[in-house]
């Protein structure tokens, strides 16, 4: 089995990656990770809370999903723990382009929230639908490794 890339976002969250993927951070002080020939973009962004507060994951994620105008039924939506103090709210769907009639613009999506005390984490993977299986596992993987760091 091959190693696995320890990554540290400062102070926010640390992960882990399979080799052939690459993180890299963004303009929006968050990070991208992909894998060198994938095709999809996984992107996570720290938010701070306020000291000791730790919002829950599933509210944050369907007030997401709201405002992004999906609805998705209580059981679409997977609880995780997140190491020790950590925990966090995965949901999956696919969603079209107006006017798509063969499926050919269905994109497939992986979003969650991650929440520690003091911290919150969203997430999100895209990728063609068509080319969902081929890194969904890896995704899972990357995001179950996650574990946020309480602010200074």
Same mark, same amino acid.
């Given at each position: 089995?091959?190693?696995?890339?320890?990554?540290?976002? &400062?102070?926010?969250?640390?992960?882990?990656?399979?080799?052939?993927?690459?993180?890299?951070?963004?303009?929006?002080? %968050?990070?991208?990770?992909? *894998?060198?020939?994938? *095709?999809?973009?996984?992107?996570?962004?720290?938010?701070?809370?306020?000291?000791?507060?730790?919002? &829950?994951?599933?509210?944050?994620?369907?007030?997401?999903?709201? !405002?992004?105008?999906? @609805?998705?039924?209580?059981?679409?939506?997977? !609880?995780?723990?997140?190491?020790?103090?950590?925990?966090?709210?995965?949901? @999956?769907?696919?969603?079209? @382009?107006? %006017?798509?009639?063969? %499926?050919?613009?269905?994109?497939?999506?992986?979003?969650?929230?991650?929440?520690?005390?003091? /911290?919150?984490?969203?997430? /999100?993977?895209?990728?063609?639908?068509?080319?969902? @299986?081929?890194?969904?596992? *890896?995704?899972?993987?990357?995001?179950?490794?996650?574990?946020?760091?309480?602010?200074?």
């Amino acid at each position: 089995m091959s190693e696995r890339a320890s990554i540290t976002i &400062d102070p926010a969250f640390s992960l882990e990656i399979p080799p052939h993927w690459t993180a890299e951070p963004d303009e929006e002080e %968050g990070v991208r990770i992909y *894998a060198t020939t994938g *095709a999809g973009l996984l992107h996570l962004a720290a938010f701070e809370q306020p000291p000791g507060e730790m919002p &829950d994951p599933g509210e944050e994620l369907y007030e997401f999903l709201e !405002d992004q105008g999906i @609805e998705l039924e209580e059981d679409e939506i997977e !609880d995780l723990l997140l190491g020790e103090s950590g925990e966090m709210a995965l949901c @999956e769907y696919i969603s079209a @382009e107006e %006017g798509d009639e063969e %499926g050919e613009a269905e994109t497939y999506w992986m979003v969650g929230v991650a929440v520690a005390p003091g /911290n919150l984490v969203f997430c /999100n993977y895209s990728c063609p639908a068509a080319e969902a @299986e081929a890194e969904r596992e *890896a995704v899972r993987e990357i995001l179950t490794s996650l574990r946020l760091h309480e602010p200074d």
